[in-house]
């Protein structure tokens, strides 16, 4: 079947009064969906990734274009929200100005039709309803949380006090020791006096919602952890939320009542838990990026391309401020018959022990990066180079006494170290030269040695 173009009448930057909605895939909750979303104004569906209409469609809505090329599918629906039925392969979308949420037949949003197909009759009751579902789930943006996502759970925490009547609210996450809980966001006065404090899983409510993953109301009695927060008052309830992330509890976002809380309201709390499960994992993958952006995975140094950034940086500095720089390449001696003895998991552990050696043995102006291969660089900015010489050596000495894992000797072996110095602008006139040089000089040390360190001089 060939596509069906549309084309889109919002611009994406504008201000918009609807939100443009389309399904990836199809299941029954989906179709319940259609048939509700389809009676609210300010929503419109734009579009269904299927080759033809899915059987569970409903016959009373108008159907939307089909697609059957993912990148058409987007361009072209242009959703602001895409629902995907749950196993739906969502990882091969193009990227857009679009979030993703999975329906299957027990989340939130499968649960919230039930309650609004009664609803329908009143359509002012659904037409709220709707809006605040929409509100949650587009307006929600848990991609601007990047690496910090506490302004977005602060946003969500606001959100499902207002949405439910709650009292006071906070949001806790694991604490740094073993079955504890933390406090990282309150509001009231009672719980913003304890933001940082901590409670323990096995005698708390939220501990609980955090150990089975289910959601938790209990009145606030004494011997719960809560209790010390909020004193014990007759009729007081808390509400525990799990907020959840590729399947996992991340945190919990819990709710104090005066009273017991509307259960009408459960579901799309449910919902807001859930953006703040996304929002923390956000924070978590965009921390990982920037980190991977820098970083060698292997021997967590510095990467090539970031000290090729810092030596730049670091010449450019020295040659205004008439400084002294030093560079050390340091490489593994006989590191391949190493892992043709013992395979290369044991050379990856290596890689990341003599990685650790050198970032111990460093100063934190120093730039410690793997090179290439077993080829390790440390760029010494306001170093000399005695202090360079003195560095070097004594990570040699450290490699040479360490034990390395074997394979072949079912114990330990030892591994030795070569290193080449050079210095700006004793040696070296540019970052270019500096580079050759300390190449050079390795290259010589490897020649007389190994387990050798030399300083670069002419004729190497």
Known sequence: MTDTPQTTDTPR?????????AFA??????????????QCEMVKITGILAGKLPPDWPSEVEPPPLFTARGRFVKESA???????????????PAGEYQI???????????????????????????GELQEITAVCAGAGVVEAYSDPLPKLSQLLDRAMALSGAREGMVLFPGEEVDSMRVVLARGERLEAVVGGSLEVERSICGRAFDTGAVVHHAVEE???????????????????????????????????????????????????DQGGLAVLIARLYSELETNVVTDSASGLYNRNFFLQRLHEEISRARRYSLNVCLVFLEIDGFEEYVERNGRFLGDLVISDVGSIIRRNTREVDTAARYQGHTF????????????????????????????????????????????????????????????????????????????????????
């Not at 895939?25 to 389809?38: D, I, T």
């Not at 999975?102 to 309650?115: G, R, T």
């Not at 006494?401 to 540019?430: H, I, N, Q, W």
């Open 223 to 273: 011997g719960t952890e809560e209790s010390a927060f909020l004193g014990v008052e007759e009729g007081e309830n808390i509400l525990a939320l799990p907020m959840r992330a590729e399947g996992r509890v991340v945190g919990i976002l819990a709710l104090v009542f005066r009273g017991l809380p509307q259960t009408r309201h459960l579901p799309l709390l449910a919902l807001v838990a």
């Open 79 to 93: 959703p602001h929200l895409i629902l995907a039925a749950e196993g739906t392969d969502t990882a091969s979308l």
């Open 13 to 21: 930057g504008s201000e918009r009064a609807e939100v443009r909605l």
């Open 25 to 38: 895939g199809f299941n029954s909750a989906c179709g319940r969906l259609a048939r509700v979303l389809a």
């Open 377 to 460: 660089a440390v760029l010494l900015p306001e170093t000399r180079r005695l202090g360079a010489m003195r560095l070097a050596e004594r990570i040699r000495k450290v490699v040479e006494e360490y034990p390395f894992p074997s394979r072949e000797k079912k114990e330990v072996e030892s591994l030795t170290m070569s290193a080449g110095v050079a210095s700006y602008p004793a040696c070296a006139d540019s970052e270019e030269t500096l580079l050759e040089r300390a190449l050079a000089a390795l290259a010589a040390a490897r020649t007389q040695g190994p387990n050798r360190v030399l300083l670069y001089a002419e004729g190497m």
């Open 101 to 127: 949420l999975e329906i299957y037949e027990d989340s939130p949003l499968a649960l919230l039709l039930e309650k609004l197909t009664v609803l329908a009759a009143d359509s002012r009751r659904l037409s």
